[in-house]
């Protein structure tokens, strides 16, 4: 995630922090990096964990699925579990 938002939310480095979207959450670790850009995070997609914050959608053609973006909430986690 960006470092000021980041900073904003009251996080630091490597702190556990849970992710929720409106079809789940999971739990994950702050690695801040200015090429994030403010107001986005990045989660690496290939995590089954990451599938399940994303809306099911694929080209209707191709039928490659569309595991790239959804709003989420970012807060601080209670444990890392």
């Not at 990045?42 to 080209?59: C, E, K, S, Y």
Request: hydrophobic content about 35%; charged content about 10%.
């Amino acid at each position: 995630m960006h470092p000021g938002d980041a900073a904003a939310l009251g996080l630091t480095q490597g702190q556990y922090i849970t992710i929720t979207s409106r079809r789940g959450s999971m739990n994950a670790r702050v690695q801040t990096g200015p090429s994030v850009s403010p107001g986005q995070i990045f989660v690496p997609m290939h995590d089954p964990a990451v599938n399940q914050l994303t809306l099911w959608h694929a080209d209707p053609l191709s039928r490659q699925p569309s595991y790239k973006h959804c709003a989420v909430k970012i807060e601080a986690a209670a444990s890392p579990g």
